[in-house]
């Protein structure tokens, strides 16, 4: 099963700068959520990552 998670970051897209917004079961959640609560502006990005659970492996 894969899952969607969803942070902010700002225009460069630093890691130091993402704020974790929470976890999805689907893409098209992950946005709907992201343009509803107004997470996309001028000053900064949407990253969504797709991620496989019960997966053991390095990162």
Same mark, same amino acid.
Do not use: P, W
């Given at each position: 099963?894969?899952? *969607?998670? @969803? *942070?902010?970051?700002?225009?460069?897209?630093?890691? +130091?700068?993402?704020? #974790?917004?929470?976890? #999805?079961?689907? /893409? +098209?959640?992950?946005?709907?959520?992201?343009? /509803?609560?107004? @997470?996309?502006? $001028?000053?900064? !990005?949407? /990253?969504?990552? !797709? $991620? !496989?659970?019960?997966?053991?492996? !390095?990162?």
């Amino acid at each position: 099963m894969t899952v *969607f998670i @969803l *942070f902010q970051t700002d225009i460069h897209r630093t890691r +130091a700068s993402r704020v #974790f917004f929470g976890v #999805f079961t689907s /893409e +098209a959640k992950a946005i709907d959520y992201s343009k /509803e609560n107004g @997470l996309y502006t $001028c000053d900064a !990005e949407v /990253e969504i990552f !797709e $991620c !496989e659970i019960d997966k053991f492996g !390095e990162v």
